[in-house]
Structure formats: C-alpha cells, structure tokens
C-alpha cells in the first residue's frame, strides 16, 4: 500500500506547531499502526532527517501510552482498541491519513504526537489508592467475600488504562470518564469505603484544578473508549461525590 500521511509536527512546547505530508511505500495489511510509523521513521532517518516523535510502550493495548488522533478519532476509525492494535488493513491504498496529538488544554505537547498526561497521574495520587494498615494483623483482602456482580463491575471499572481518549474526544476536555472510572472502582468495594468520601472530593478537586472541562453528558468519552468504560461510572462518581459533600 502506498499512503499520503499527513502528521503534526511541533519542536516543542512553544513551538506552534504545523501538518507535515510525508508519502509512504511498501505498507502492508498486517502492520499495525505504530509499525508504519516505524517503517516511515525508518526512511526519515534514512535520509537524515529528523524522525516523528510519538507515544508508545507495550504494543498490546494495555499500558494507554499510543495516544494518537487519527482521521479525527481518539485511537482511530476501530471501536474498543488502541492505536497500536489497530491495523492498516483498515485503510486502503492510496489514502490520505491525518495523525496528531490528543488536543487538550491539560495535556500540552512535548513534542510532534507526544503529550504530558502527567495531569492523569496527579488526580490519581490524589486518591486513586486504598490506604492498608500493614499492621501485622491485616486482613487478607481476598477473605473478604465480595458478591460477584460487585466484582464484576468493579473489574470493569478497573480496566480503564488511563489512556486519556476520553478526554481528546470530548468537547470541553472533560476527564470525568476516567476519574469515574477511578472512583468507581473503588466504590465497588468494601475496601474503598473507608476513604470513599476523601478520595472523590480530591480527586475532583484536583481534576478541576488541572484543567480539566465539565462533563455535558454527550457520551463521546464512552464510543471512543478502547475500553469500553461506561458512563454508568459517571453517575457513581456523581452519587459518590454528592454523598461526600452531604457527610
Ligand atoms: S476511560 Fe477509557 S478513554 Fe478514558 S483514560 Fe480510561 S481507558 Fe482511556
Ligand atoms: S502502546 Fe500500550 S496501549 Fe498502545
């Protein structure tokens, strides 16, 4: 297949940034995405010129790093995958492929399609946790018996891997898929009681102090998901956060 790639390039944070075409050959159906651009790096530095920066760890869908915009949409055209497990046999020879960086105003550019999601991990050690008293007498968490649906969802919740789709594709930059999936989990839980009220009021409040917009309920977060969180976690953060503001 031969591609007509068109990528954001920016030196750096104050750099303004702008769309760069580059023309690619030789890419075949079973490359996943970050593979072509490996493949399209590869010739950069061939000719000596400066490959394209971007975000990557794992490879398998679970660490959240490949953050990429693609044709408009948070981790490509595919639902419930990320970047790198998104194939090229989803394009067709000879087509026109946008790719950028997450645009928000929490995660600035460092440089061409890398972003700073450190804002994520600021809200999360504000009370993504639980606190155990390793006192030498501590209860074994799983002799707690927990009903299977509770851990079900909680499972769910969990699974989020903090990749920030949900806050590229939402309108107002809004974080709140994420954070709900944070509190929620937790929440599902006995051993999340215990802080439940300390750990979404920080949280939120550390949200709002990063930047992070308003939820309007457009649900744009929940297609884009690789995930597939659900904003059902959305209205138990909202329960949670309501509850702790009444104690
Ligand atoms: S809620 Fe979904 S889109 Fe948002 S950070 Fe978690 S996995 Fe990524
Ligand atoms: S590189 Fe880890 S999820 Fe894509």
């Known amino acids: 297949m031969k591609l007509n790639l068109k990528i954001w390039r920016q030196n750096g944070p104050n750099d303004k940034g702008r769309m760069v075409d580059y023309q690619i050959e030789g890419v075949e159906g079973d490359m996943s995405f970050l593979e072509m ?27 959240g790093m490949c953050s990429l915009y693609i044709n408009g949409e948070a981790h490509g055209p595919d639902r419930l995958i990320t970047t790198c497990q998104l194939h090229m046999r989803k394009f067709k020879d000879g087509d026109t492929i946008y790719i950028e960086p997450w645009r928000a105003n929490a995660f600035p550019v460092i440089k061409d399609l890398v972003v700073d999601r450190s804002a994520f991990e600021r809200i999360q050690q504000a009370g993504g946790y639980i606190s155990v008293n390793t006192s030498g007498r501590t209860v074994d968490a799983n002799t707690i018996p927990i009903p299977k649906k509770d851990a079900d969802d909680a499972f769910d919740s969990a699974t989020c891997i903090g990749c920030g789709a949900c806050v590229a594709t939402c309108k107002n930059s809004s974080a709140m898929l994420f954070v709900s999936a944070k509190v929620a989990q937790f929440a599902r839980l006995p051993q999340g009681k215990v802080e439940a009220a300390r750990r979404v009021q920080n949280m939120i409040a550390v949200m709002d102090e990063e930047g992070f917009g308003s939820c309007t309920n457009t649900g744009a977060c929940e297609v884009e998901c690789p995930k597939g969180i659900s904003l059902t976690n959305i209205a138990i953060l909202n329960k949670e956060f309501l509850s702790a503001q009444l104690k």
């Open 37 to 63: 651009l490996d493949l399209l790096n590869e010739n950069l530095i061939a000719k000596g010129e400066e490959p394209v920066a971007f975000d990557h760890d794992c490879r398998e869908g679970i660490c």
